[in-house]
């Protein structure tokens, strides 16, 4: 078996001086662009991205906040209609460079599959095809009512939103060790596999003066683009894509079904796919991901 080719670490400088990085396993195939989700990385996508080099140059991102990119400070710096102008930003550069008309895939985890969609409505002449894995949906009162939903489905604990408990979360360590034993006991990575973890270990945690390590995505930034969720309505922007567009419920997650099948519909081309595993699917089943990723022909 060949050996695959490993990643090379790009910076691509936008607007207002932001920089955002990312991972570019550079090839003459049509483009593929992989956005992560709040909190993580462009490399938890890498056992995903690793499957699907037969058929694309695959390109990882590291959103603002993230990884290494940029990290201005919250919050006005994160509402998710940046988020949208950075991928379009970064994608139209690297078009440039490989002279390509077009992003052949573009798919998102969470939050990076509404921003994915979001940057399709915006410029639909870019993007051919777009996956989003369990995106965050949020659906009007009239939607709600009509399909049954009890809002919002999201965990709370001791009645704290999401945004609360992740202020509350640990952001310093001494070392990868202690991060590694507090961490993979927690319910967020059971299901996640070795190498995703490993992963994120790594790419997550940076440097710090002092010798000891802190999260990349400053929980305060987490919180942030959690709480400007409202920012984007996809219900809205949805009827401007013209790509297809497959929204892909996570059977162990924590969205509806009916709300997924809500939202395909809207798209002029949507489907629903329902895919076994969590919420982080490219972290928990990057196989069946990169088989969804690559079509019935891959």
């Known amino acids: 078996m060949a050996e695959l080719p490993e990643p090379e670490h790009k910076t691509w400088r936008i607007k207002d001086g932001i920089c955002i990085t990312g991972l570019d396993w550079c090839s003459d195939k049509p483009l593929a662009i992989l956005s992560h989700a709040n909190g993580f990385c462009a490399a938890t996508w890498s056992p995903v991205a690793q499957r ?33 102008d950075d991928l379009l930003q970064v994608a139209r550069q690297i078009l440039a460079t490989k002279n ?13 599959g509404v921003i994915s969609a979001a940057a399709a409505a915006q410029r639909p002449d870019l993007f051919r095809r777009v996956v989003m894995l369990d995106p965050p949906l949020l659906p009007n009162e009239e939607v709600r009512t009509r399909l049954g939903i009890d809002w919002p489905p999201e965990a709370q604990s001791g009645g704290r939103s999401l945004a609360d408990q992740v202020r509350q979360r640990r952001s310093v360590w001494p070392d990868r060790a202690a991060a590694r034993n507090a961490w993979r006991r927690k319910p967020m990575f059971a299901e996640w596999t070795n ?18 390590l802190e999260l990349c995505c400053p929980p305060e930034v987490e919180a942030t683009i959690f709480e400007q969720t409202a920012g984007l309505d996809i219900f809205q922007l949805a009827k401007n894509v013209l790509c297809p567009v497959q929204v892909v419920h996570a059977s ?13 519909s809207v798209f002029p081309q949507g489907s629903l796919i329902s895919l076994e595993g969590g919420h982080l699917l490219p972290m928990e089943s990057p196989e069946l991901t990169a088989e969804l990723l690559l079509g019935p022909d891959g």
Do not use: C
């Open 52 to 84: 699907l080099l037969s058929r694309y140059h695959v390109v990882a991102l590291d959103a603002r906040g993230h990884g290494k990119s940029s990290t201005p400070p919250p919050p006005d710096a994160y509402n998710w209609q940046f988020l949208v």
């Open 100 to 112: 390509a008309p077009h992003i052949a895939l573009a798919a998102g985890s969470s939050l990076g």
């Open 195 to 212: 190498q995703a973890f490993e992963l994120y270990l790594e790419h997550g945690l940076r440097d710090r003066p002092d010798g000891d």
């Open 252 to 264: 162990l997650g924590v969205f509806p079904i009916s709300l997924f099948r809500e939202m395909a």
